[in-house]
């Protein structure tokens, strides 16, 4: 073949190559995908998740994360990655691989009935960069070269499934890439299902109903959950056994389809947003239209055994009337019946009681509002005697308890009915008026709910129960009230035999949140076109925490918790991955210590022996996960996000040490973390985070005591030790406890205050700098030269001066304290940036919070009135006054996305937030 030849069959290939492209983003790529119009549209359940690294952390302020990673899917999904990733020669910095690829990307995740028995899951995930599809191909390819997998390719209607099955079990998950959309499922029938809908581009999405919401959006939003109500009666038929769920199927005719948002904050999992009303005729909405919804007024009937509560607000002669008269009824049954059913109210329930074994039926109460009880019990006496029972009751208490004979769906609609044929119906034997409800069931269990009564056992009563329906909807058409605790046994009963072994492999799970509650609010004026129903479902466990949430000022912008002990100390402000607000870390005068999420909820709480010293974040290295870090008497703590120690801390100390002040060093390529702790005999221990001691340090003994707290830092690889003493001597030692060349440096007076410290590439180029009480400021390089000396402000006897360091170690003030004046110093300017008169003495905490530019912050703490002043950048009070706190500092973080400030400071037993706005 000539050159010439070649030549030319080369630019018509690049030709024709340039032409798909543009081809391709000109029609293709230039259309939007909705990544809706990729989920089928059978879908029960649809979760949309968006910011994946504040979803991991909301699971686990919540303890379910790990929950969810003990499920036995998560475990199978879990070893497989870590096999690609140990086949690949995975490194640490890999762990994380799949919540870095997921990131804030928006990943749909639907659930599909699949078969008699059986439900799937699909997964969407969007691919943005080329290195995220070379990672997930890659992982496929390393997977399908073990010889445990098998990678396949299948063609299907024009597009090309990958399918990974694992040789011992022959199970399998099929993915498809369609325009940079991954779709996963072990069942390939759900892939299949997505090419026949990309046929009807035209036909709606699952989520075309609710175009105009997007809740994702909304502010403290983890995800959203799409329902089709119209497809739950049969999701339950694979969870439950078909004759135990017909009241649901009847129920979940009020509403076709619902959009929630989800929210994970500490002790909850709430769900809110609007659902559909059904619009098929003779649903359950179609009856029930037009009637108000109602209260739960039924608090101090209830036992503290009930299991589920079913309320509706639904008067039973209005919502279901019953046919016409029978003109055989000769006695006038049928018309007492009507009677009877004319003297009830808009409410009605049933209630389950707790079983007492596992899989044992449990006890069943029919509830009804009477307005009227003489009324009810005068119909009740004339049934009675239309069907020859006897007069005689059984009294427990105050109650009487009345044999009935007619069945419950008689005189309360068929929503009592039992849901198979091969069932009979439910019918009450007895009935007993309970204030102003009457309560249907048989004796047995009427006895013992009514012992419940007597004994006041009951929901009212019950200070968690009244806590959680302070939460719930004040009004509601369905309320759906359930304990997990109470319903476990009937659960073990109604499930279908796979899912029992299943809930039982996952009862912590399922326990997680004992106290769940489903509600349904119809609109005001339900005839409008665009009426919904408000829905919101709540999942809670009781919060037996030391803290609770209460309504804070303005200042506080209702972010205000109110602990059961008096708070000391300072709040120590951690920052947490996923959100741009800082966790808090605070300890009470009964020296229990609290982690207080970003969401203003406690995580977890430590008690320890005496004060907490040191707090800081230690981040992971080698084998040693990440926690915070802190010293207690002789111990040192590393804990983990359970509050619980990570191996191999606790850090025994002597028995004889109390620790005053411990420090850290982060951990470099070939070494664990240094910590330095200070003792309370004027001591120095350096050792490693394994808990191995360094020679010369075990201790070091000091001469005088320190002037501030020392620093640790590592300088062209070698350990550093700088102390200052109060005899205006600095030492400098290294990791064998030796002396520096230079060392110790005299700077001329006596020393108090801090230490900055700006870490060079050798020791000459590391400068130090510290204010003797000459009011000289001195810099001084670790080579033990004295760079600069000049005074700050004139001196005198009583005067105190000391260096304010910010707390990143980036900048400066001054202060000189002379009897209740305090004149705070730029380290740029001659005269004072502020001035303040006190009423008391003493020595007033002073911080520095710099956060970058002219973003300065000073706050000064006046101990015994309990007050703190912050001055802004300019050296102006803000806000004109001080504010209230009795902690002996502050903790202040901010926001670069808002431009605001997060105040948080202790006042007795509260601990409080507060947002400024401030412009500088």
């Given amino acids: 073949m000539s050159r010439k030849l070649l030549a030319l069959l080369t630019a018509l290939l690049l030709l024709l190559a340039l032409a798909t492209f543009v081809y391709y983003r000109r029609t293709l790529a ?48 879990a070893g497989h990655l870590a096999l690609a990733d140990s086949i690949a020669g995975g490194s640490a910095r890999r762990r994380n691989t799949l919540v870095n690829l997921l990131g804030r990307k928006l990943v749909i995740t639907s659930v599909h009935v699949t078969g008699p028995g059986e439900f799937d899951v699909l997964y969407q995930v969007p691919l943005r960069r080329v290195s995220e599809y070379r990672q997930v191909r890659g992982l496929l390819e390393t997977l399908g070269r073990d010889p445990r997998y098998r990678l396949s390719i299948r063609d299907y209607e024009g597009q090309e499934f990958s399918v990974l099955t694992e040789q011992r079990t022959e199970k399998s998950i099929t993915v498809l890439n369609y325009r940079n959309h991954l779709l996963i499922s072990a069942n390939a029938g759900l892939v299949e299902a997505v090419v026949r809908r990309l046929a009807r581009p035209e036909q709606p999405t699952v989520l075309a109903v609710f175009n105009s919401i997007d809740l994702l959006k909304q502010r403290g939003v983890d995800a959203s959950l799409l329902i089709n109500y119209r497809r739950l009666p ?458 191995r001691l360094f020679p010369g340090w075990q201790p070091k003994r000091l001469d005088f005591p320190l002037a501030g707290a020392p620093a640790i830092l590592s300088i062209n690889g070698r350990d550093v030790v700088v102390v200052p003493l109060q005899n205006g001597y600095v030492y400098a030692f290294d990791g064998k406890g030796n002396l520096f060349p230079g060392f110790p440096l005299s700077l001329g007076a006596r020393l108090a205050g801090g230490l900055l410290v700006q870490a060079g590439s050798t020791l000459t180029r590391s400068r130090l700098t510290m204010v003797n009480q000459h009011g000289e400021l001195v810099t001084f390089t670790l080579s033990g030269d004295v760079l600069t000396r000049r005074r700050v402000a004139t001196w005198s006897r009583t005067a105190r001066f000391r260096l304010v360091p910010d707390l990143r170690g980036r900048s400066f003030v001054l202060t000189r304290e002379d009897g209740n004046q305090l004149d705070v110093y730029l380290p740029t300017q001659a005269a004072p940036l502020f001035t303040q008169r006190f009423v008391t003495s003493g020595t007033k905490p002073v911080q520095l919070f710099d956060f970058g530019n002219g973003r300065r912050m000073v706050a000064v703490t006046e101990t015994g009135p309990g007050q703190v002043f912050i001055y802004e950048n300019k050296g102006n009070l803000l806000g004109g006054a001080s504010l209230p706190s009795t902690g002996t500092g502050i903790g202040m973080s901010y926001d670069a996305t808002t431009d605001t400030y997060q105040l948080v400071r202790i006042v007795g037993r509260e601990l409080r937030r507060t947002e400024l706005k401030v412009g500088l």
Avoid at 34 to 55: G, I, K, M, N, Q
Avoid at 286 to 310: D, E, F, K, V
Avoid at 682 to 688: A, P, V
Wanted: glycine share 8%.
């Fill in 234 to 691: 049969q999701f339950l038929d694979v969870l439950f056994r078909p004759e135990m769920h017909g009241q649901f199927d009847q129920l979940t005719g009020l509403v076709s389809q619902g959009l929630l948002g989800v929210k994970l904050a500490g002790s909850r999992l709430q769900m809110q947003g609007f659902s559909n009303p059904e619009t098929a005729n003779g649903t359950l909405q179609q009856r029930l239209r037009g009637q108000p919804a109602r209260p739960l007024g039924l608090m101090s009937l209830l036992s503290t055994r009930t299991a589920m509560l079913l309320h509706l607000a639904a008067d039973p002669a209005r919502t279901w009337p019953r046919p016409g008269r029978s003109l055989t009824d000769s006695l006038g049954r049928e018309a007492a019946l009507d009677s009877l059913r004319a003297t009830f109210g808009g409410e009605m329930a049933v209630a389950y009681l707790a079983a007492p074994a596992a899989g044992s039926r449990p006890g069943r109460l029919a509830l009804v509002q009477c307005p009227a009880p003489a009324r009810t019990a005068q119909w009740l006496a004339r049934l009675r005697r239309i069907e020859g029972n006897s007069p005689a009751f059984t009294k427990v208490g105050a109650y009487e308890i009345h044999p009935v004979g007619f069945s419950e769906a008689a005189v309360l609609g068929p929503l009592l009915a039992t849901a198979g044929p091969q069932v009979v119906e439910a019918r009450a034997n007895a009935g007993v008026l309970v204030g102003n409800y009457l309560v249907l069931s048989d004796e047995q269990t009427l006895n013992g709910y009514l012992a419940d009564v007597v004994a006041s056992r009951t929901w009212a009563q019950t200070p968690a129960q009244v806590s959680f329906l302070q939460e719930t909807l004040p009004r509601a058409r369905l309320s759906i009230i359930i304990d997990t605790r109470n319903s476990w046994n009937a659960l073990l009963g109604v499930l279908t035999e796979e899912r029992r072994a299943g809930l039982l492999r996952n009862e912590a799970l399922f326990k997680r949140f004992p106290q769940i509650a489903l509600q349904l609010v119809p609109a005001d004026n339900e005839a409008a076109p665009e009426a919904q129903y408000f829905t919101q479902l709540l999942l809670r466990h009781p919060d037996l925490g030391p803290a609770v949430a209460q309504a804070g000022s303005a200042m506080a912008n209702g972010r205000v918790l109110a602990f059961k002990q008096l708070l000391v100390g300072q709040p120590t402000l951690l920052a947490a991955a996923g959100t741009r607000i800082p966790s808090i870390v605070v300890q009470d005068s009964a020296n229990t210590l609290h982690y207080v999420t970003a969401d203003n909820t406690v995580l977890w709480s430590d008690t320890l022996a005496g004060p907490a010293v040191g707090l800081s974040l230690l981040p992971a290295a080698g084998r040693l996960p990440g926690g915070l870090l802190l010293g207690e008497g002789s111990l040192l703590h590393l804990l983990g996000n359970d509050g619980r120690d990570v191996l191999p801390f606790p850090l025994h100390l002597p028995d004889t040490v109390r620790v005053t002040k411990l420090l850290a060093a982060a951990a470099g390529p070939d070494a664990p973390a240094r910590l330095l702790a200070v003792t309370a005999g004027n001591d120095l221990l350096l050792l490693d985070a394994q808990g």
């Fill in 30 to 77: 230039a259309v939007p995908l909705d990544p809706y119009a990729l989920v089928p549209d059978d879908a029960v359940l649809v979760l949309s998740t968006h910011d994946h690294p504040a979803l991991v952390r909301h699971l686990q302020e919540t303890e379910l994360w790990d929950n969810l990673t003990a499920v036995r899917y998560a475990q199978q999904a």
